[in-house]
């Protein structure tokens, strides 16, 4: 996880590491029988965006929400979904989602 100095819209994103391929050509090459090692991406952060810094303050509480890792892995299958990679359990996303989705409209008609 790093903080990034690019991302402006978005809350996160995943790069790869210099020198290693994206994901996009690594899915390609593989398609192709071609043995390409998985590169570790990075979670990059855009620290001014309005949902990083809600759940920053969220996590600076007394008492931190217990869906805040929910939240955390729910950022991270978007970072996942936008650079064109499957998420691991797509069953488990729809679980979080539907959860998270569910105390947000609660709060909203409270």
């Not at 855009?46 to 990083?52: G, L």
């Not at 650079?83 to 797509?90: K, L, R, V």
């Not at 069953?91 to 105390?103: C, D, T, V, W």
Request: hydrophobic share 40%; net charge negative.
């Amino acid at each position: 996880v790093r903080v990034s100095e690019r991302l402006t819209d978005s809350p996160v994103c995943l790069v790869v590491p210099e020198g290693s391929v994206n994901a996009r050509m690594e899915r390609l090459l593989r398609s192709h029988g071609q043995a390409v090692p998985s590169a570790k991406r990075i979670f990059e952060i855009n620290p001014s965006h309005p949902t990083i810094t809600n759940l920053q303050s969220l996590a600076q509480r007394e008492e931190a929400p217990s869906a805040l890792g929910d939240w955390v892995e729910l950022l991270y299958d978007q970072a996942l979904l936008t650079e064109g990679s499957a998420i691991q359990d797509p069953a488990a996303f729809a679980r979080r989602m539907s959860r998270l989705l569910e105390q947000a409209t609660q709060a909203e008609l409270a």
